[in-house]
């Protein structure tokens, strides 16, 4: 017999196939998670690389075209005044052209010169001197070019100017005879470093390289720009074939590697001009290499836990193989954690349920709001277009009609609020108006089984509170006390002028001892026990069966008022109902006085001035088209905001601009109204939308915002205001 095969020695079990497969996986799965890791963040890294170069490059050849533009205008401003003109003529009003030359270069910064050139390369007239020195400009590669007969913008390279003593590369134009003979040129000289001044905002951190260069590839201005703005000679390879001999109607766009950068190439407009735009591949990878060294230490530490882990599996199976009796406290355990588990899918499945709830109703807010737009706006058409002549039944029809849209906005105010779509704007507001202008509502939350009651306490202070949010907050605690009453009841909501100290507010770390506006609803339903009532403003915790209910409602009123700095109560017993306080704090500053409702059917009082309207939503456009119309105000209607951009790109007078925010076509009235700014500086602009989040993104850029569905009565005193201050500025 085998020494080791007695009876007194016992062989160790081998582990299961389930315990070497974790101890396997607790090397490999770290091993492969770091490798997929590794390949997902490089590419991740690249694509971001590619849509960096991309972008940039599309917003500086913007740029860049707009300078070209812009310096073209003044051009043409300067050839305008000398049109006709001979040698001895401009000689002999030289003065007077300088000083026309000078008002015309002073306001662009990025212009630092304007020149008058004559056929032989002789400088007649330049901005920034007088008498004008005298200097020969035939052997500059510009001027051979134009006088060989080139037409349309020419682009010198950058040299040091010797008036101005400041680097520049030169736009010149040639300038002509009636009969076509070369008389000479006018050009400006462009300063780099204004290119560089918006390269540099564009890309603050330095991570990219900018070049406007030439199709024949000689540079005109790089960022960074190194010790010198004087660039090297051309390097026609340098920019691609394709960029380089583009038609006229042709864009070539192309992002390509060259070395060790990644470089996108864009042709600016028109004009033999491109823009690059590049990312260094050395700062990418060493980017990725620290990204996965940081994901290899983790990988490390947990293959390191999951190894752990393992072998103390392993060591507990072996202890239990001779001690079975601890297998049912094991298998407790495990059911306790898949009890957890359970649970927290649920929660899970909630939290998702309030989220698909917050996407479907932002999502209808802004087609909703346009909708009740257009009914308001015909049904105040029809008032003013009836007038007296409306019967009564006409007019009750009428009436009915507005309600239903004010309710109807509302309701989609109220339903953004409670699904927590808006920011929190917590300002001075008078609770007891609020809480009348609201009981309709909760009286329907409530339905019929239920009765509200209002004991509102008089000479209430303001209090600081989110206007929305509160009444959201009402709402959820009204449909709690709806469903605690199966059978019926009433409901009192009661408002009251309070002083909470340290012992009240004990736990509470927002809120201060002080004044406070005690705003508590309370129902006659069931109650709730005290393990229940402890656990009422826990996230997810409901005792409603699954399906009737988030678990969020109260968790959402705990979070607002805190949010504010104030304080929840909560009182209840099984039998005696439930008591929910909300303690707002008082404001130091006065209630705002909601404006006064213009009265409905009452004719648009006139207006003089030319709007330029820009809603992608046909009804909407048509009615309030019409609307400024009848009112006096003369109106270009377009659906999107590239064709008002249009408008203003051909210069049609308009004395005011109004957009809607959200449009097709990839240009928001955000960016209609910056471009607008740009291109008209002082163009007073109001914006619409239906989108409470964008109200504010509108409102930080400096643009005055109206919430649809809106009056037209409002809308028109707003833009009267705007073309009076425009008036009073311009007077």
């Given at each position: ?16 196939l ?17 490798a ?10 690249m ?29 043409d ?13 401009i000689?002999a ?18 212009i630092t ?27 500059r ?22 008036v101005?003593g ?62 010198s703005?004087?660039?090297?000679p ?37 004009y ?17 290499l ?57 929660g899970?499945?909630?939290a ?20 009740l ?7 105040q ?23 239903a ?6 309701l ?12 929190l ?20 939350a ?13 000479d209430?202070?303001p ?9 959201a ?33 004990a ?5 201060r ?14 109650g ?7 656990r ?18 109260l ?37 705002a ?6 009265a ?15 809603e ?12 400024l ?7 270009i ?11 203003l ?37 109001l ?45």
């Open positions: 017999m085998d020494p080791g095969q007695g009876p007194g020695c016992t062989k160790p079990a081998r582990l299961p389930s315990l070497r497969g974790l101890l396997a996986a607790s090397l490999l799965v770290p091993l492969l998670f770091l997929g890791g590794a390949w997902f963040d490089h590419h991740r890294l694509t971001q690389a590619y849509g960096d170069v991309g972008r940039l490059s599309a917003v500086a050849r913007e740029h860049a075209l707009k300078v070209v533009e812009t310096n073209a205008l003044v051009l401003r300067v050839e305008d005044r000398v049109r006709g003109l001979g040698r001895e003529e000689a009003q030289g003065e007077a052209i300088h000083r026309h030359m000078r008002a015309l270069e002073e306001p662009h910064d990025q010169a304007l020149h008058l050139v004559d056929a032989e390369g002789r400088l007649l007239v330049i901005s920034l001197a007088w008498p004008t020195p005298e200097a020969n400009l035939a052997g590669d510009y001027f051979q070019r134009t006088a060989a007969g080139e037409r349309g913008l020419v682009f010198g390279a950058p040299a040091l100017g010797r101005s400041r680097v520049a590369f030169v736009m010149a134009r040639r300038r002509e005879a009636e009969d076509g003979r070369f008389e000479g040129l006018v050009l400006g000289s462009i300063l780099p470093s204004y290119l560089q001044r918006q390269w540099h905002t564009m890309d603050p951190e330095g991570r990219a390289r900018f070049t406007l260069l030439r199709t024949d590839g000689q540079a005109l201005a790089t960022h960074p720009r190194g010790d703005d004087l660039i090297p051309p390097d026609p390879a340098a920019v691609p074939r394709g960029v380089r001999e583009a038609g006229e109607a042709a864009h070539v766009e192309r992002l390509g590697e060259r070395g060790e950068w990644i470089t996108a190439f864009r042709r600016v407009g028109d033999p001009l491109v823009v690059g735009v590049s990312l260094s591949r050395d700062r990418i990878r060493a980017e990725w620290a990204n996965l060294a940081f994901t290899g230490l983790l990988c490390l530490l947990a293959s390191g836990a999951l190894g752990g882990v393992s072998l103390l599996a392993a060591r507990r199976w072996r202890s239990e193989q001779a001690m079975r009796d601890r297998l049912s406290g094991a298998l407790a355990e495990l059911r306790e954690q898949v009890a957890r588990r359970e649970a927290a899918e649920a899970l499945r909630q998702q349920r309030l989220e698909a709830l917050g996407r479907l109703t932002g999502g209808i807010a802004h087609d909703f709001n346009n909708l737009t257009a009914i308001l706006g015909t049904v058409m029809l008032e003013r277009h009836l007038g007296p002549a409306a019967d009564e039944r006409v007019r009750r029809l009428l009436g009915i009609a507005r309600d849209v004010d309710r109807g906005a509302r989609n105010a109220s339903l953004l609020a409670f699904a927590r779509r808006q920011p704007h917590a300002t001075a507001l008078d609770a007891n108006a609020l809480v009348r202008g609201f009981a309709p509502l909760i009286q329907r409530l339905g019929e089984v239920a009765t509200l009651a209002l004991d509102l306490a008089p209430l202070p209090c600081r509170a989110d206007a929305a949010q509160l009444e907050a009402l709402l959820n605690l009204a449909i709690n006390a709806r469903d605690a009453m199966p059978q019926g009841g009433q409901v009192r909501l009661t408002s009251r002028l309070v002083r909470l100290g340290p012992e009240e507010l736990g509470n770390a927002e809120a001892p002080g004044a406070y506006v005690a705003l508590a609803l309370a129902d006659s339903g069931i709730m026990p005290p393990e229940v009532r402890e009422a403003f826990e996230p997810f915790f409901t005792t409603k069966p699954v399906g009737k209910g988030t678990g969020l409602g968790s959402q009123v705990f979070g607002f008022v805190r949010q504010l700095g104030g304080h929840v109560a909560i009182e209840s017993a099984p039998g005696d109902g439930t008591r929910v306080t909300l303690y707002l704090p008082v404001s130091a500053a006065p209630a006085a909601a404006p006064a409702p213009p409905p059917g009452g004719a648009l009082p006139p207006a003089r001035g030319r709007v330029l309207m820009a992608d939503d046909e009804r909407v456009r048509t009615v309030m088209a019409e609307a119309r009848q009112a006096g105000l003369e109106v209607a377009v659906p999107d905001g590239q064709a008002a951009l249009a408008v790109v051909r210069g049609e007078r308009v004395d005011v601009l109004f957009s809607d925010i959200v449009m097709p076509g990839g240009l928001s009235g955000i960016g209609l109204a910056e471009a607008a700014r740009q291109l008209r500086p002082g163009l007073p602009v914006l619409a939308t239906g989108y409470a989040g964008l109200a504010a993104d509108g409102e930080e850029h400096g643009f005055a915002v109206l919430a649809k569905p809106y009056d037209q009565a409002v809308l028109l005193a707003r833009l009267r205001a705007l073309l009076e201050r425009r008036a009073e500025e311009v007077g």
